[in-house]
């Protein structure tokens, strides 16, 4: 193919060009055409993350139903596998919660004491 017959970005392209393999390879993307990222955009993602975890989550409780006996401090009793496993994570999410707020605040208070 010439140099001539090549379609250059801003330019229109003739009947002969489109038709052409090269001319109808998907386009190169630029940062201008590219759509910005948007809290909305953000959130859907979120949510279909969120949505896929439930599943997954739905599919390992009722596969684990079996009974198991808890011994916790002075508590005692029988729960299913699965939720005796909910319980636990839970418990470790909010507890790495509670040290990363500690950081966060630990931080902000050495950021503070070095401002003029």
């Known amino acids: 193919m010439s140099n001539h017959l090549r379609a250059t970005r801003g330019t229109p392209i003739d009947s002969a060009t489109a038709a052409s393999p090269k001319a109808s390879a998907a386009p190169s993307t630029s940062p201008t055409t590219r759509m910005p990222h948007t809290r909305t955009g953000a959130a859907w993602f979120g949510i ?44 470790v999410a909010i507890l790495t919660m509670v040290v990363g707020a500690a950081r966060i605040t630990q931080l902000r208070r050495l950021s503070r004491r070095q401002r003029p």
Do not use: D, K, Y
């Not at 989550?57 to 009793?77: A, C, Y």
């Open 48 to 91: 279909c993350v969120a949505a896929l975890l439930c599943v997954v989550l739905i599919v390992f409780m009722l596969q684990n139903t079996r009974s198991v006996e808890i011994h916790f401090l002075w508590m005692h009793g029988t729960l299913p596998l699965a939720l005796a496993l909910l319980i636990a994570g839970v418990g």
